[in-house]
């Protein structure tokens, strides 16, 4: 019997062709350029299950029809796909579909790029012999507060069911009733909540499932869908961006998906934050401040005021957020380098020396689950945190990988596997299963928090010197900021401007897409804020920064810019702009090679794609990279050639319980300024064991006051028996809805708080 990866010959419509071994005749057919139609089958989706019938085909030597999704190829066989049994049959299935389907595509949003649609013309009959009334329902139902659902459209290909069932694994979708009474339900009878609903609206073949976002917004011949990156997470996923009148008006899974990352699927807030781009709090005008008043200005008078503030700093510098770009990082360090003497640059985000020795091994990405055995996860919280991994990690157990969750959060996947539930602070006590896991691994992949890590040398230790030296095992980084392993490539430090500005040795701060006062420790950096020089702010969004700031440059958002982003898995990946943004905004790599113009040291590059020649030039992470070598799926960047020095071990500070940071995939500051995910959006809560609650005289839902060196918040109180002894497990907000963040050092370290009756 052939291998499955051997490759065979066959023949289809008189061409013989070649395609490996196992493929099924529907790929095979397509690797070589010829189309059998299709409705059901989506190989993301798991096996084929043959539903629809719009796939037959003539197999020779083979009785009847064959459906060519569930049909693999076979050495010499011959397959016909356009015979007059073949044509009739296909006729059929489209006649029989289109019985019932309510044909208004005029005024459905699928219209246009509808597989129905195209598949009719091109292989439908041409007109129906059927006169009966069709039926008709309600619509559209709200099957979510995020998706519509028409009845009368549906072809019940299950596709949306196989998702919720399979992939995502939530059992919510299901077919109620039996033949034609069938249709599209909630196994609870409410509504589809999830963190991956949306994707079954990119599934859908017809226009029976579709976003409410963009129900009656556009149609497909008056907008422009650009390949971009996403930019809510480190995750990286691959997106599609539609773009009309100068605004995102939908953002999509991309149609040629990314084995390496995302394989096609969005989560929600990835694919309905994009409203937040418009949002009351947008800046939309520059703004300069001086001498007590305030006045809005051309962008040409604020770079000016901005640059004459650089240029008279005795030690200026810049600070970038997580969402910076690789050429914002780079420009920043440049500009320094040539033109500020005495300037630093440095990012917000873990500094993380003790992650030195993990970074260094090899690396995988998160296609490489699918071929895993063994699949690890340490610490953290990937649904929330990096949401699209934790489709990969299922996908990884249905593949029949042996899955091990080590941490001392609950999370959505301790169900899959071997789960070792840990003390707050204490990985290390997890690793003995880890390490019997390993040993009888042939390909494991090791997925590790970096937040967590961070906070536990002895643990990172202890995990690198598992994993050396093992061929078959590679580690993957769940990272905490969206451009972080960006800014690490071109050497950029977290910490230390915090330290300089308490010192008053910052003159001019410049500030990119960085406001630091609404991220861990936001109250030890508005004191050292209090003790620097001008302030300029180059931000999309309002916030203290902005109100601080003596110039405020009108940046664009990642759905509307230039650049390159590099995931958690260092795959670096490019940003193209799917609208316009506001007329006086700009890309921040363009606004501060204005301001190098303004300054006297105009730097060599004019575009994004020469600042990326640039920093690939000089930083040996980037070496090789281009816009043209990145292409639409980008390119790994290099892996440190050795580790760091480690970190000592730190002890919390503060009094109290420990805190245990946890991330909310709808309660971050995409979510709450997206209208779109107001009815999803969650806000942050601080869990307590049981044991915990009493002995605080605490009840569930009642609000408690959490205090720690560096802040204090209110919160409701969650208790949950699932939650360990002498911690606090609080939820990151968002500046609109503090959480964690307001309690934490700026360095994200280890601190513990008390909990007290509001």
């Known amino acids: 019997m052939a291998d499955r990866r051997d490759p065979v010959s066959f023949e289809i419509d008189g061409r013989t062709l070649v395609a490996p071994a196992g493929t099924m005749l529907v790929d095979a057919a397509a690797m070589h350029g010829i189309e059998i139609p299709i409705f059901c089958y989506e190989p993301r989706l798991g096996p084929p299950i043959g539903a629809c019938r719009m796939c037959l085909v003539e197999v020779e030597g083979m009785r009847g029809l064959q459906t060519a999704c569930s049909t693999p190829v076979a050495p010499d066989m011959v397959v016909r796909t356009r015979t007059p049994e073949v044509v009739d049959a296909q006729e059929g299935v489209l006649e029989l579909l289109l019985i019932n389907h309510p044909l208004d595509c005029p005024v459905c949003d699928k219209g246009g790029e509808c597989p129905l649609q195209d598949r009719t013309f091109r292989f439908g009959p041409g007109a129906s012999r059927f006169t009966e009334p069709k039926r008709h329902f309600p619509k559209p139902l709200d099957l979510s507060p995020l998706i519509a659902l028409d009845r009368e459209r549906c072809i019940t290909c299950y596709r949306c069911v196989r998702f919720s069932q399979d992939v995502a694994q939530d059992r919510e979708l299901i077919f109620a009733e039996r033949g034609d009474g ?32 963009y129900r009656f917004v556009a149609r497909p011949w008056d907008v422009v869908n650009t390949p971009s990156v996403c930019a809510h997470c480190p995750v990286g996923c691959n997106s599609e961006l539609t ?5 995102i008006r939908r953002v ?69 957020g997580p969402e910076a770009t690789v050429e914002e990082g780079f420009i920043a360090q440049d500009l320094v380098a040539r033109a500020l003497p005495g300037g630093r640059v440095a990012r917000l985000g873990i500094p993380g020396e003790a992650l030195g020795a993990l970074r260094a091994l090899p690396a995988a990405e998160l296609g490489d689950l699918d071929r895993a055995d063994l699949v690890a996860v340490i610490g953290g919280d990937p649904s929330n945190g990096q949401p699209v991994v934790e489709l990969r990690v299922r996908k990884a157990q249905r593949n029949g990988a042996r899955i091990v969750v080590v941490g001392p959060r609950p999370t959505p996947l301790d169900g899959l596997g071997g789960l070792v539930r840990t003390e707050p602070g204490r990985l290390l006590t997890g690793f003995d299963l880890l390490e019997d896991a390993l040993a009888n691994a042939r390909s494991a992949v090791v997925l590790w928090d970096e937040a967590d890590l961070a ?72 004191a050292a804020l209090e003790r620097v020089g001008p302030i300029v702010a180059i931000a999309s969004h309002h916030g203290p920064i902005t109100e601080r700031a003596s110039v405020v440059l009108p940046a664009l958002t990642a759905y509307e810019q230039e650049g390159v982003l ?56 980037l070496a090789g990279l281009s816009y043209e070598t990145l292409g639409v799926l980008g390119q ?86 699932r939650l360990a002894d002498g911690a606090a497990f609080v939820d990151l907000g968002a500046p609109a809805a503090p959480g964690a963040e307001a309690l934490l050092p700026p360095d994200r370290g280890p601190v513990r708080v008390e909990v007290t009756r509001v």
């Open 566 to 621: 590099v995931s958690m898995t260092g795959r670096a990946q490019r940003l193209r702009p799917g609208a316009p943004g506001p007329e006086r905004a700009a890309d921040g790599w363009e606004l501060l090679i204005a301001l190098s113009h303004r300054i006297g040291t105009p730097l060599p590059y004019r575009t994004a794609r020469q600042a990326f020649a640039a920093a690939a030039a000089a930083s040996p992470a």
């Open 252 to 320: 999509t899974g991309r149609p040629e998906p990314n084995a390496a990352v995302e394989e096609g699927w969005l989560c929600d807030k990835g694919r309905w934050a994009y409203p937040s781009t418009f949002g009351p709090d947008r800046v939309t005008r520059p703004v300069v401040r001086e001498l007590g008043s305030e006045r809005e200005a051309t962008l040409e008078e604020a770079l000016d005021r901005a640059a004459l503030l650089l240029s008279r700093a005795a030690a200026p510098a810049f600070l970038l």
């Open 455 to 526: 906070g536990e040398p002895a643990a990172a230790e202890r995990l690198a010197g598992m994993l050396a030296g093992r061929p078959g095992a590679r580690q993957l980084e769940l990272g905490a900021d969206v451009n972080g392993a960006g800014l690490r490539a071109l050497g950029i430090p977290a910490g230390g401007l915090i330290e300089a500005a308490t010192a008053q040795r910052v003159g001019t701060l410049v500030a990119v897409h960085a406001d630091p006062e609404t991220g861990p420790g936001g109250g030890a950096w508005s």
């Open 636 to 721: 790994p960047v290099a892996r440190p050639a050795a580790p760091p020095a480690g970190a000592p071990a730190r002890e919390p500070e503060g009094e109290g319980l420990l805190l245990v940071p946890c991330p909310a995939i709808f309660g971050d500051a995409a979510s709450y300024r997206s209208d779109a995910l107001a009815a999803v959006r969650t806000l942050p809560a601080a869990g307590l064991s049981p044991t915990e609650a009493a002995r605080l005289g605490l009840a569930d839902g009642e609000p408690a006051t959490l205090a720690s060196p560096y802040g204090r918040v209110t919160l409701p109180i969650r208790v949950d028996a």
């Open 243 to 247: 773009g009309r009148d100068g605004r």
């Open 182 to 213: 069938s249709f599209i339900a909630t196994r609870s009878g409410g509504e589809y909540r999830g963190r991956f609903t949306g994707n079954v609206v990119d599934l859908c073949p017809v226009g029976a499932l579709t976003s409410i976002p």
